[in-house]
């Protein structure tokens, strides 16, 4: 399914970036999993999770360059979920940020490639 598929009520522009962060429920800290973030704007992200999440589940997760993020499930779709940030963010912090020694789940991440797709690799 495309982007283009999901019907979404997005106004805001998204950044297409590779990121991963481990998924928590909001309130109990449980992890959830973890989403493999492909875009993201200042009010949410897509993110490919295979948790299973609904519509109104509260998550909270780190995102490299901002921080903890407290967010909604807007939709879920196919393994594809939307996420509907609490306050908005500013999206182009997430490629500014160094990846060593950044906040949450990027830091055991370095980046392979071009550093500016965002395409991270485990290196323990």
Not at 69 to 97: K, N, S, Y
Request: charged content about 25%.
């Amino acid at each position: 399914m495309t982007d283009d598929a999901i019907p979404s009520n997005r106004a805001a522009p998204r950044d297409s970036l590779l990121l991963l962060a481990e998924l928590q429920a909001e309130g109990s800290g449980r992890s959830i999993g973890m989403a493999r973030i492909r875009n993201v704007s200042s009010t949410g992200l897509m993110a490919e999770c295979d948790a299973r999440l609904k519509e109104g589940d509260r998550v909270l997760f780190t995102l490299r360059g901002v921080g903890e993020v407290a967010a909604q499930v807007g939709w879920c779709r196919e393994g594809r979920i939307g996420l509907i940030f609490d306050h908005p963010i500013d999206p182009m912090a997430t490629r500014r940020a160094p990846v060593a020694g950044s906040a949450g789940i990027a830091e055991p991440y370095k980046h392979i490639g071009d550093p500016t797709i965002g395409r991270v690799r485990r290196t323990r």
